[in-house]
């Protein structure tokens, strides 16, 4: 390849702006990629499927070399996704596998193998909702939680996908 091919790169976008910066892009004329997930939200009164980014914060984008710093004047662009100091190439063939995948696939979830033990954890969903907690035990796709209320401590298995990793 020579150095004025175009490369696919990972931009990150502020929160909830990946479609508003692939729209921008496109409005420019730049090759881009938002993979879009389909997935049923249940509301009160109504079951409604929507499209939602697969990558929270991220849109992927192709251009050349020398006119990949132009784009991060486009509203809603933070930067590039980097790897050891430079903006990360991505090869087609993980493109053409991401929209093989959401072509087959609906309600596909996209999670972060980071889930340890002695790790903080914010339950996302249920009872507990909202109480924070550490890690205790992994076990498939269940994590035992150890959650501290009202001076005793509680712990239950949780499905990792109701939980979250706290950054400090």
């Known amino acids: 390849m020579s150095s004025t091919s175009p490369y696919w790169y990972a931009l990150h976008t502020r929160p909830r702006w990946e479609k508003k910066v692939a729209l921008l892009l496109q409005d420019k004329g730049i090759e881009n990629y938002c993979p879009l997930n389909k997935v049923m939200r249940q509301w009160s009164d109504r079951k409604k499927t929507i499209l939602e980014p697969l990558f929270k914060g991220y849109v992927f984008v192709q251009v050349e070399e020398a006119a990949k710093w132009e784009l991060l004047a486009i509203n809603g662009i933070v930067n590039y996704v980097h790897w050891l100091g430079k903006p990360a190439r991505i ?18 979830e996209v999670t972060e193998n980071n889930m340890a033990v002695n790790k903080a954890v914010l339950v996302k969903q249920g009872v507990l909702m909202n109480y924070r907690g550490i890690v205790l035990e992994l076990h498939g796709n269940k994590a035992k939680v150890r959650i501290e209320s009202m001076g005793i401590q509680l712990s239950a298995y949780f499905d990792k996908k109701n939980l979250e990793i706290v950054h400090s």
Do not use: G, K, M, P
């Not at 090869?91 to 596909?108: C, K, P």
């Open 91 to 108: 090869q087609n063939s993980e493109i053409d596998t991401i929209r093989r995948f959401l072509h087959e696939f609906e309600e596909v």
